[in-house]
């Protein structure tokens, strides 16, 4: 709030107000964000801008690499998607670029924390530090812009390279824990690579105090179910395609979820919301986080995804907030930061609500005739 003139935040207050509510009040919403990939969350006029430096033929590569509202992709063509991501995103000077501006952009939906993911790259010769050096630097120059938005980073395993990378990548992590790297996270082409090869390498983050997340389910894989919940991770991402035996041990574990409806939609996972069991889990009592997960590539926000469940799933505006506030306790933090954190949901929403109160009275007041 401090970044933006008053007069002008209680126009742009009063307006959204008039025009949705709903979302004015979750966009309004202090929230935390715990499951978004940095390659996938780059908006759309950025990787036009890109595209232009590059001179490629930015029309035929944006329909490539965005998936629209009512449109559906397979995993496998999404992942080609990121292909084309990762491909304009070749420098260090442009990681620091688009770690910077996925930061703004979470921030100005007041996103009050977030652990961004990336898989560390050798760019141009320079080595995997220089990577995390970039993506730290980008995260840096948005909080000197004065965007509040607290940001971690996970380092990404990718099952689709070697164990040997894996392990390179839960050391560079390790060196990086609290210098700005959280944990780590096992993802990549669900279709590619075993689970079993990386334990021991994941075994290692944990050893060292990182966090450690698994995309769990997000294919047709029964056979690495239970494996992956017998190693007890710290948190669960996705978990669309589940056989009742391990739905019911993840219940069982309490297992912190981070849920990615919109995501999961479009990649045909679920065919419709309906059938995602968000609602189910949520009742159930299961630790769950909403989640954006791509939200440059899936056209979506962390506002939209609680506006989402608002309007298909009848959570009313109260258990939304509550939601948010609830993934503070699933963050790779220590209790005292997340005890800070808390206490900064509660600040912001004292700023809302005076803000609130002077948009009533504005709007409220009769207009002077001339």
């Given at each position: ?85 990762h491909s304009i995103t070749d420098s260090l000077e442009v990681i620091r670029e688009v770690s910077r501006q996925v ?242 949901f509660s600040e912001h929403k004292r700023k809302v609500v005076s803000l609130e109160t002077e948009v009533e009275t504005k709007s409220e007041k009769p207009v002077e005739d001339d």
């Open positions: 709030f401090e970044r933006v003139p008053s007069d002008i935040l209680l126009s742009f207050l009063w307006l959204m107000a008039q025009e949705n509510g709903a979302l004015h009040f979750l966009r309004m919403e202090p929230k935390v964000e715990l499951h978004a990939h940095l390659g996938g969350s780059i908006p759309d006029w950025k990787l036009v801008e890109l595209m232009e430096r590059k001179g490629l033929n930015v029309p035929v590569l944006m329909k490539e690499t965005q998936v629209h509202a009512g449109e559906q992709r397979t995993m496998q063509e999404c992942f080609q998607l990121f292909d084309i991501v930061v703004i952009d979470y921030s100005n939906e007041n996103t009050l924390y977030m652990e961004l993911r990336s898989t560390p790259r050798t760019l141009n010769g320079e080595s995997y530090d220089a990577y995390v050096d970039a993506l730290l630097k980008g995260i840096a120059d948005a909080s000197s812009e004065g965007h509040c938005c607290e940001t971690e980073l996970l380092l990404s395993v990718n099952r689709a390279l070697s164990v040997e990378a894996a392990l390179e990548t839960v050391k560079l992590a390790s060196k990086y824990l609290h210098r700005g790297v959280v944990g780590i996270e096992l993802s990549g082409n669900p279709y590619k690579g075993k689970f079993s090869d990386f334990v021991d390498a994941l075994s290692l983050a944990r050893r060292e105090g990182l966090g450690v997340s698994l995309h769990f389910g997000e294919s047709v894989n029964k056979e690495e179910l239970q494996p992956m919940l017998d190693f007890h991770p710290h948190r669960l991402g996705h978990a669309c395609f589940l056989d009742s035996a391990a739905e019911k041990r993840m219940l069982e574990l309490k297992i912190p979820l981070e849920v990615c409806i919109t995501s999961n939609l479009m990649t045909k996972s679920f065919p419709d919301l309906a059938s995602h069991p968000f609602p189910r889990w949520l009742q159930q009592g299961h630790p769950v986080a909403l989640c954006a997960d791509d939200r440059g590539i899936f056209c979506t926000s962390l506002s939209a995804e609680y506006l989402l469940v608002a309007e298909a799933y009848g959570l009313s505006l109260a258990e939304c907030s509550a939601l948010s506030r609830r993934a503070v306790e699933y963050a790779f933090l220590p209790s005292e930061r997340r005890k800070a954190l808390l206490r900064g």
